[in-house]
Each structure stands twice: as structure tokens, then as C-alpha cells.
């Protein structure tokens, strides 16, 4: 018995967030069960406790779609290699991803998808008739595979890795626009609502649009390390695929039309981005409403171990609304469970002894801050409800100060390079020209445009032409 | 407008069921918007009606397996070749189906998984150290590749498929032979209560079990053109693979010990079941609940276009619990309207018109077997839970009765060959050896054993050798 309980002490995480990011992160993922390296190199396995947060999220998001009447279904795999060469752009941009299955019949090589644009709108070419079909709005869960990433970081970056896709054809550019951001805004509320993650919202520049893309939105957040984190794009995506694809409809009049198009998507990387935000020294910290488990009970037997079960078996009775569980085990002390359960992120601990019995009370400790608040067993409903709430409030406010207190004005390359090398986001004037942006990214070391905020003023920071946008630059994931 | 009609017009399914039934089947699937080929060879689209289906099975079947304490989680499709080599019956079974990364960089070559339990086993060696660890109950939902099919039968057989597969490990042989159980009968239940679809359970023959299996549980349907299809299947791997991949456990004593594995499956195939038994030459015909739309109205406008609207409303309101539409279109004809929805296996139709609000009544009409009720509004919602209620019931009676009555004793070669050539599952007293199986697929020309009903007696039907099983033979999917 000793000797498992000293094998499973030694699961705690061994340096801190501020020492080693990467390797605290990689601690937090693993020893929480979150998720584990794959064999091959760059995969990954989804434990079931990260794959809990992926279903919460699933969950989440496909209310959101079906209100919007955007439906669910699932495309192939294997796209054949003329499609990539359709769309000129597209083809260039996902030219060093793809991975190709080592042929066994003459014919057509054959990719593994790195994105499902070229297959869907093949499909969609066929379905599109008439104005009637429009607009046309799907959905598809799937693993989506990106070969180059050959070193994996959980959740952040991998071969393989699940995401949505939503691909929606209209007849006019300003639905299509409308829709971009929607689903973008639908994006923000679920990484605020769920995740408890602020991100900042907005157009890519020219370079860093999607390819193939008119232009690109996206949303952003800021890891501890001062690293931008793209969770989510929506892309509009004009007319070109629609081109490329032989899309087009007839008009009320009759006459043959080209559709707009847009895409939009999120991946699991939306769970590391959530699990680096929040997370601490003692590992995992969850918002309560992606928490495989919520609440854990651990009674304190003293010398009443009967009594106190009874009553921590009411209290786990009255709180069955929430994933809870009762941990009566009694070959561990309540302090070794009180460490397993901080590494694994339950967000609320109740302790109860014979002293809080004795007062109808119990402890309620929040994993968040540490915080211990005696209540009284009847109120307990209540209390449990708002403290919930407080620890996702709590979480969110904590994110979103950070990131605002990191994000700088810049007036000039000197400005702009202390900012970057404080590890935060520098905000400035930008001609919005790619060369210019490459050659930004190249002397700062690798920090490139997040989003732009707004319009610019006044002259480029870096080139001194005049300025179009102001623009969020930063180093990033 | 006309000839968008005309275009549709022709949808309706072109050959009969009884006259050419693949080319009847692909059409149903096809024209209902169920699902569509893919570009490359071997590939299918499952579209949103499609799909709905499988979500439906998905949310069904999530809250089956949560209840026995099996959690979801998600493995690489990414596998590395020595793991096939691992355990050798498994390695020789899926040889031919397996499709390999062509490889960037030099190591060892990666197969797209064809099924998991190698992947999944190597992190179990690595997770598993203790009875306390145990039983370990994962489930994944995932796409599934098997490169051998070039032939797409739509759901039936593609290159690419999705499924379930559950995964778990226990301490004890008697543990996991009760949860090989378990799970199939969970499957027939989800058949029964879902798909309305009967089915026969039971073991497989040596022959047929799965490449690895210490024996192998499956349920079978039989299809309107006499071929079995089977539609789940939950294999005891007794401790092979996790001699093969190193998976063992300290027992209650702290001795070493070998655990015992089950691995348990249904695809999206079920969908395809579903569809061919109980389908007609209209079209689709679904249970309704699996039915992307439940109830469609449609509203007989005469001269009272206003007042005939207005109730038509009031009733989808009343029945807004259901999928329900009201197709108040008035450029299509009620008739048309009909065929569309008949085509696309929507359970029930309501009708009104003038004279039906005249008497506050509606006509419903089944989409099963095209009986019509006349219902007083005030009564709709109480008549229409019970008549989806006796749909759904109505589809499985029918098919079992199918089912048994197409099941026949052969007690001999001869009587064997006329059952198999009237299409129909010939029940024999078989020895239950591999080389008199193999035997009796080649003369027959495709029949093989299906599952095992009970215990033999006598002599072997095939060999004369002494009969251990009663097992049904029919040619197959």
C-alpha cells in the first residue's frame, strides 16, 4: 500500500509555472489525465477527462448552431490531389501539411484532409441548384490532419487533432459577411461563458489570412508566457472556391449566379488554451462548468467515521445535480486526497468532520484562490450554486486583467521591441503591407500581427509609410 | 419555377425494391439526401438527415454506457507497423485492409487505424498498474479506415466509416465474460428501442471470430434480399493482447498478474440496416425517432387560405415538443408536397383543410402503411404520441416477423442449398470446424455461419462428423 501512495505522491507537478512554462504545462496535461503523448511522433491521445471538456464544449456549441439552423454532417477523410490544386492560393497554403496515403492501385494520389473546404464544396457543387437551396449552412466534428507538427504540444499542437468546420454558401456578400461574424461573436461568448477565457476579436491582416480567404477574423488570447493563442477563425472566403468549384444557383430571375462563401472553425487546442490560462503550481484549474468533476466530498472521520458518513452521504444526495463524488476511501489521509484532487482541477472541496457536524456546518474550499468558507448544511445549495459562479467570474476576471494589463502601445521599433521582449502585446501603427510584416516578424525574433483593432493613423512603426490599421502584434503559439 | 419542378419531380426513386434492390437501396439513400458518394473510390458522404441519424444513435448510446461507468475518450488514427505485428492473428486479419502514410522522413511506417484496440492497448500498459486501476472502461467515436473496400455501398461498406468502439479491462475472466454480454445486449436494446430493428444474438464460430478474439459475440439482421448483415459485435480478447503489449496489474495480494480485455462495436452500418428493412418503393421510411423530421404539415389551402394557415399554426404550436415543420409553399401542390416528404421518410403527415377546421378536426396519415385518421384538434397531441408510438412498434413487428419466418432447418446438403437459394438463414447442426466451413462457403457460393444458436446434436449437415452447434448460415453483407 505504501508504496502506491508514494508513486502517486510523486504525481504532483515538479517546477513552477514561472520557472518552466512548457514543461509545467506538459506536467499539468499528463498528471491531471488529461491527455498523453501518442507513439507516433507529433500525436496525442484525449484521455477521458480531456475528452469530457471536448464533449462539454461539443455540447455547448452545437445549441449554438442549431439556433442559427446550421446542421450537422460528415464528409470523407481522403481528398484527392487535383482539388488541392483548384484553389491557387489554398493549394500553396497547406502545401508542407499534407500527408498522402502510400498508394496501392494506379490512380489519383490521395491526402488526409487538413481542412475540408475542397471536399465540401465538390459536394456542395452537386447540391447547389437554386436560390432555394440557399443559404446552405453545415457543420462537421472531425480529426483533422496536419503532418509537419512533428513535435507534440498537448492540445496546442499536433499531426492530429479534432476541430469543427462550419461551411455556409449564400447568396449575397452581405449575408455572408453578417454571418462571418456571427459565428465569430458565437465564438467569443463560448470561450467567455464556458471557458472563462478572454480573447480579443477582429480582422487578420493580408498575410495572415486563411488561404484562399477574401479576408479572415479571428479571436485571440494571451498565455502566461506572453504567447498570443489563436482559439477560433471566421473566414469569408468570396466567391473563389465557388469559382474554383463550379458552385453557382439560379436567381429568383433565373439567371446563373456565383455564391458567397464562408468557413469557420475551433479545435482542442481550445482546451490547452483554457487549461494554460488557468492553472497553477498545483496543477489543474478548471472552470466549474467543463469540470469532469465539480465537486469532490472528503470526509474527516475522527473518531465518528458513521456519523460522519451518513451526513456526507446527505450532503452528496442534495448536491446530485453536479458531478460529484463522495471520497470515503480510508487508506488515504484527507491530505493526500486533498492534493489529488487541486492536481486534477476540482473546482470545490467540502470537508466535514465531527466539529462541523456538531454545527450543522461544513468547509467549502474553492480550488481557484484556496479560499475556505464554513456554511450551514441547509444552506449549502445555495452557497455551492453562487460559489460556482464566483470561481468562473472569478477565473474570467482574473484572464482578462492580465491580458488588458499586457497589451502596450508602441510608437516606434524601440517601443515596440521592449514591449515584445517584456513578453506582451504590442499595439501599433501598421502600413498592413505583408512585406513589411515579414520583415517584422523576422527582426523581432518571430512576433507577428494578432488582429487589427481599428483603423491606423499617423506612420508605420517599422517602415514609416503611412499607417492603415492599428494592429496587435505578438509572439504566439 | 417549372422546371425547377420537373427537375425535382424526377427525384422519386426509379426501380422497385423487389426488382433490383442495391440499385433501389442507393437511390433511397441518395434521393432522401441521406447521404452521397464521395470522389475518391470506396468513399461516402453522410449528409445532415444522415448524420442526424447518427446523433441520434450517439446520444442514445452515451447515456447506455455512462450508466455502466464507461467513459468516452479519443486515440490517434496514427499507428506505428510494429504494434500489427504485436499480436499475430490480429496482424494477419487486418493485412490486407490496412492503408499506410507515405513516408517524409525516415522510421517506421504509420497505418491508418482499422481498428484500435493496438493503440489503445499500448497507453493502457502504461496506465494500468494496480487493481485499483481496474475494470478501465473507455469508449471512442471515430472515424475507421479500411483501404480494401473500392466499392461504396452507402453505410454497408466503405473505405471510410465511423463507429464506436469500447475497450475494457478487468481483473477477472468472469468479469469480462458478463460485460462481452452486457454490451451486446445493450446493442439489441439500442436496435429494438431505436432503430426498430430485431435481430438475432449470439456467439460466432471459430471462423468468424475477430483476428485476436478468444471468442466473439455479435447481432445479426436480416435484410429485405435475404442476406445477413451484421450490426454489432463484442469480442472477449481473453488476455492475449495484453500479454502482446504488456499490460498487467499488482493484485490485492501485490502479486503480478495478467488483466482480461473485451472490445465491443457498432457503426454507422446500423444506419444502413435501418434504412433497407424497413424503406419502401416511395422511399424512405424511418422510425420516428431517429426521423430528422417527425411530423410535417401540410395545409390544404381551397379558398380559405387565411383561416387554414392560421389553424395550421396553432397546431404546430401544439405539437412544437416533435421535429415539426408546416410547409405552407405556394408554389407546390399538396400532391407534390406529399411525394417529397413520402421520399424523405417523414413518419407523419398532418392534413387540413376548409372542411377538416369546419369540424376541428385534421387527417393523419402514416408514412408506414399510408393509413388515414381523421382527429379532433382538441385530441391531437394525446393521438399523435400514441400513433408514432404504434409506428415504431408497427416497423418492428414487421420485421421480425420477416425475420423468423425466413429462418428454416436444413437437415441436410440439399435442404441446406434450397433455403440459401431462396434467400432465406438456414439453421444446421454443424461441427464447428473452420476447414468444413471454408467448405461449405465455397460450394454454396457465399453462405457462411452467421452465429451460433445453441448446442448440436447429431451429425454435421456439411461433414457428418458429429455436430457440436446449431448455428444459422446465410449469405451475407
Known amino acids: 500500500m505504501?508504496?502506491?501512495r508514494k508513486e502517486e505522491q510523486a504525481k504532483g507537478i515538479s517546477v513552477k509555472k514561472e520557472q518552466d512554462m512548457p514543461e509545467w504545462y506538459s506536467q499539468v496535461c499528463l498528471k491531471s489525465g488529461l491527455a498523453d503523448y501518442g507513439p507516433?511522433?507529433?500525436t496525442m491521445v484525449i484521455r477521458p477527462r480531456g475528452y469530457y471538456i471536448w464533449q462539454k464544449i461539443q455540447d455547448y456549441f452545437n445549441s449554438v448552431i442549431k439556433k442559427h439552423r446550421v446542421e450537422n454532417a460528415y464528409f470523407p477523410l481522403f481528398i484527392p490531389k487535383s482539388f488541392f490544386e483548384k484553389e491557387a492560393q489554398h493549394a500553396t497554403g497547406f502545401k508542407a501539411e499534407v500527408a498522402w496515403i502510400e498508394q496501392k492501385e494506379d490512380g489519383e494520389k490521395v491526402a488526409l484532409r487538413p481542412t475540408s473546404e475542397t471536399i465540401m464544396y465538390d459536394s456542395y457543387s452537386k447540391w447547389i441548384r437554386s436560390y432555394r437551396d440557399l443559404p446552405l449552412r453545415i457543420n462537421q466534428w472531425c480529426n483533422i490532419v496536419r503532418w509537419e507538427v512533428s513535435d507534440c504540444k498537448l492540445f496546442l499542437r499536433s499531426r492530429e487533432f479534432l476541430w469543427q468546420e462550419g461551411h455556409c454558401v449564400y447568396e449575397t456578400e452581405k449575408e455572408c459577411d453578417k454571418e462571418v461574424l456571427l459565428f465569430l461573436d458565437e465564438y467569443e461568448k463560448l470561450c467567455k461563458e464556458l471557458l472563462a477565457l478572454p480573447v480579443l476579436k477582429g480582422k487578420k491582416t493580408e498575410k495572415e489570412k486563411f488561404a484562399g480567404a477574401k479576408y479572415t477574423t479571428t479571436i485571440e488570447s494571451l498565455m502566461p508566457d506572453g504567447k498570443a493563442l489563436q482559439c477560433g477563425t471566421s473566414h469569408n472566403l468570396g466567391q473563389g472556391f465557388a469559382k474554383s468549384f463550379n458552385i453557382s444557383?439560379?436567381?429568383k430571375s433565373g439567371d446563373k449566379k456565383l455564391p458567397w462563401q464562408s468557413s469557420w472553425g475551433f479545435?482542442?487546442?481550445l482546451i490547452g488554451a483554457t487549461v494554460m490560462t488557468h492553472s497553477d503550481d498545483r496543477g489543474l484549474v478548471l472552470p466549474p462548468k467543463i469540470a469532469p468533476?465539480?465537486?469532490?466530498?472528503?470526509?474527516?472521520?475522527g473518531d465518528e467515521k458513521e456519523k460522519v458518513e451518513k451526513k456526507a452521504k446527505e450532503i452528496l444526495a442534495k448536491l446530485k445535480k453536479y458531478e460529484i463524488k463522495l471520497d470515503n476511501r480510508e487508506d488515504y489521509t484527507p491530505g493526500f486526497k486533498f492534493n489529488e484532487y487541486e492536481l486534477s482541477g476540482v473546482p470545490l472541496r467540502i470537508e466535514l468532520g465531527p466539529r462541523d457536524i456538531k454545527n450543522d456546518s461544513v468547509v467549502l474550499v474553492r480550488r481557484d484562490n484556496s479560499e475556505k468558507k464554513s456554511v450551514k448544511i441547509k444552506d449549502i445549495e445555495k452557497e455551492v450554486d453562487k460559489i460556482l459562479?464566483?470561481?468562473?467570474?472569478?477565473l474570467y476576471e482574473k484572464a482578462k486583467n492580465y491580458l488588458n494589463s499586457n497589451i502596450k502601445k508602441a510608437k516606434d521599433w524601440k517601443e515596440f521591441m521592449k514591449v515584445i521582449e517584456n513578453r506582451q502585446i504590442a499595439l501599433v501603427n501598421f502600413c498592413g503591407d505583408?512585406?513589411?510584416?515579414?520583415?517584422i516578424k523576422y527582426d523581432s525574433g518571430g512576433a507577428g500581427s494578432r488582429l487589427i483593432k481599428e483603423d491606423g493613423s499617423g506612420k508605420c512603426f517599422k517602415c514609416g509609410k503611412p499607417a492603415k490599421q492599428l494592429v496587435y502584434f505578438a509572439k504566439s503559439y
Open 2 to 4: 505504501k508504496e502506491a
Open 293 to 301: 468533476l465539480q465537486i469532490v466530498i472528503i470526509p474527516i472521520f
Open 389 to 394: 459562479e464566483d470561481i468562473h467570474n472569478s
Open 40 to 42: 507516433v511522433k507529433g
Open 434 to 439: 505583408s512585406s513589411c510584416e515579414d520583415n
Open 267 to 269: 479545435s482542442t487546442r
Open 249 to 251: 444557383f439560379l436567381d
